[in-house]
């Protein structure tokens, strides 16, 4: 099964345990990706922090039309860079 990249201009396609940072709703925490889909749309983000109304763990999904991931329940901007 050959690697899905969602945006063919983006550098990276995260995978489970894959550590990151996090940047939502003006903070910024170091993370790791605790579930990831085999195409790296749909990720399980775990971190010891709030964030928003996020307690140690945040559901995002890839937005094509976005073009970046954002938090499935209130549909914000989630900027995600890789710490590997």
């Given at each position: 099964m050959s690697e899905y990249n969602p945006e063919p201009d983006?550098?990276?396609v995260f995978?489970?345990?894959d550590a990151l940072?996090?940047?939502?709703?003006?903070r910024i925490v170091e993370g790791r990706?605790?579930?990831?889909s085999p195409n790296g749309?749909?990720?399980m983000l775990e971190y010891e922090a709030l964030l928003g109304g996020y307690a140690g763990q945040m559901?995002?999904?890839y937005s094509h039309t976005k073009k970046?991931?954002?938090?499935i329940l209130v549909r914000e901007p989630v900027t995600l860079t890789p710490l590997d």
């Open positions: 983006a550098p990276h995978k489970t345990g940072r996090i940047e939502y709703g003006g990706v605790k579930l990831a749309v749909s990720l559901p995002v999904l970046g991931f954002f938090d």
